[in-house]
């Protein structure tokens, strides 16, 4: 049975998030009914890099789909797209080795979130209106102190509703040297199951603006559910002139400014530019 890495975009606003769920429309249940209906096939597995909550998109979602099929690679992302809807799109489908695995093999991933600085018509599924003027310097400066391996168990949410940004936490503790895990009752939104620690190596966070635009990039090696949501949150709270917030709960940035950017694998070039998805003229 070959193996298929898939790489898709998809704007999250009309969907319940990545992951099948009963009595909700999902990114992952529209692209299996589309194989089924393809492939005739009901025996396939479509593993997903991470999980997206509601109202959250990705340029560049990764999955790796094992189906039996002899059709080429190319031909079966165009026959997948023709019976997915306009708001989901498989960019690339290439056969891989079956050691490949979305999840296990990313070694890091990209988010980034857009905050509109003012009113839009056209992009408002896709950007955080934030009426205040906001001070970037305070922001960078806000941005630099969460750089590195922390605990960020402030910035994510306990195991309860629904899932969200999410990768698995072997990544923690590769990016930790595998050191003795800590007790947590956060929950890791890749498997939804307790995590060993809330260590995170955040790599890079980036606040730079575009236009009419202020974007957050944050790549590291995995991220809690709700923890990019809360560092943006948290990020703007510093703009508008308070200090870093003890509590950054309370301040969530709602998700349809969030985007998965891009999952990396070995080999892959880091030096991605930081640029908008929805630019404002």
Excluded: C
Excluded at 12 to 35: F, H, L, M, P
Excluded at 97 to 125: C, E, G, M, N, S
Excluded at 156 to 185: I, K, L, M, T
């Amino acid at each position: 049975m070959p193996r298929f890495k898939l790489t898709i975009e998809y704007a999250g606003t009309r969907y319940s998030g990545w992951q099948i769920q009963k009595n909700a429309r999902t990114i992952q249940g529209e692209i299996d009914r589309a194989v089924r209906t393809v492939t005739g096939r009901s025996d396939f597995e479509l593993y997903g890099s991470g999980r997206t909550d509601a109202g959250v998109h990705a340029l560049a979602q990764v999955a790796h789909l094992d189906v039996s099929t002899n059709v080429p690679a190319e031909q079966l992302r165009r026959r997948i797209n023709d019976e997915l809807p306009a708001d989901i799109n498989i960019l690339a489908a290439d056969q891989v080795p079956h050691r490949f695995h979305a999840r296990h093999d990313a070694v890091a991933r990209r988010y980034l979130y857009q905050i509109a600085r003012r009113r839009t018509a056209f992009a408002k599924a896709f950007v955080w209106w934030v009426k205040e003027p906001l001070a970037l310097d305070r922001m960078r400066g806000g941005a630099r102190d969460l750089v590195g391996m922390r605990d960020f168990k402030a910035f994510a949410e306990s195991a309860r509703g629904s899932r969200e940004e999410s990768e698995s936490s072997s990544a923690a503790a590769r990016a930790s040297g595998g050191g003795a895990p800590r007790a947590s009752s956060k929950v890791d939104m890749e498997t939804g199951t307790i995590p060993k620690s809330t260590l995170v190596l955040v790599e890079r966070l980036d606040v730079v603006e575009d236009g009419d635009l202020v974007l957050v990039s944050v790549e590291g090696s995995h991220f809690l559910w709700k923890m990019v949501r809360r560092i943006v949150g948290a990020l703007v709270e510093v703009g508008r002139g308070h200090a870093m917030p003890s509590d950054p709960a309370r301040f969530t940035a709602p998700p349809s400014g969030l985007f998965l950017e891009r999952v990396f694998y070995e080999g892959e070039p880091r030096d991605v530019p930081i640029r908008a998805a929805t630019p404002l003229a």
